[in-house]
């Protein structure tokens, strides 16, 4: 038995070792990112000025690999077929591994093929209204869609899409009749409120703005639980409605499942180092992508509740996998 009990803690201390190394001689070669953004996109460019930070503290480029499509899974599986030695990443918006492998029959990738890394950034969200709106609340918004059911209409950014999930299910919590009207983006939806083709819509709170400011929409609400300290003028959508549901939305990156643990947390720690250099916040700030810099754990059971959350969506929205 002492034997048996000296061969495993050998087997263990081996291991050990192994992984340290791994960490120690990681990288090699060059580290591809697989992006799933399409090139010229504000998420694309902070990817390129994060890639270009992370070069010289791996001592290796880090090379960009777009492929967008089909809503993530493009790039997706092309990362989960790569070696899960960390030279290979995945870079995509969370609804990829969240909500997309409740709408397709065959999963060709899921979240637990997947190791977390980091969020490096959030994205604020509004719900808006055409000007002419006479609701100028959700509170408002909800009594007005039950004394005239059928006859409000939101946009959407497609079906399927974050903000229809989210919108169906305050519909069914509090019982209103509201028509969805997708979209193929959430600013299609701002231009059509703003040209007062649609009542109601989503879209990210930056682009909502400078139409808001120009007297073209008005602001219902952040979709947060609380104000969020980038527009605290803004009611969140947990103030008005106490039994909002969020899912949580963020720019992720993952690796393989496998990596060794060494290497993905030296991988955080030099990407939120990245993060954290001045003209990297300075673009973030631009394209309004709030830094996040959520730790390992923390994204891994944060993406674990978005996607029981999602599942649930798309149930209420009536969805079935395609």
Known sequence: MKKVHANLMMFAAGVALSCGAAAQ???VKPVRVVSTFGSGSP?????????????????????????????????????????????TLLYTISTT????????KNRAV?????????TMARAF????????????????????????PGKVAYGSNGIGGTYHLEMEMIK??????????????????????????IPIAFAPCSSVVPQARAGKVKFMAVLEHRRAADYPDIAAMGEQLSDYEKISGGV??????????????????EIDKALGQPDVRALMKKIGFPY????LDNMAVQRRKDFELAGRAVQIAGLKPE
């Open 25 to 27: 001689t990681w990288p």
């Open 172 to 197: 069914q919590k509090h019982g209103v009749d509201i028509t969805h009207v997708p979209y193929k983006g959430g600013t299609d939806g701002l231009q059509a409120a703003a040209a007062g083709t």
């Open 97 to 104: 591994l969240v909500t997309t492998p409740h709408l397709v």
């Open 252 to 269: 992720d990156i993952w690796a393989p499942a496998g990596v060794p643990a060494p290497v993905l947390q030296r991988l955080h720690a």
């Open 125 to 148: 969200t509004c719900m808006l209204a055409a000007v002419s709106f006479p609701p100028n609340s959700v509170r408002e918004l909800i009594e007005y869609a039950k004394a005239n």
């Open 292 to 295: 996040d810099g959520t730790a």
């Open 110 to 118: 899921e979240m637990k093929d997947f190791a977390p890394i980091i």
């Open 43 to 87: 998420a694309d460019a902070l990817m390129r000025l994060v890639g270009q930070k992370l070069g010289e503290p791996l001592g290796q480029p880090v090379v960009i690999d777009v492929q967008a499509g089909a809503g993530g899974l493009l790039g997706a599986q092309t990362a989960v077929r790569a070696a899960p030695d960390g030279h």
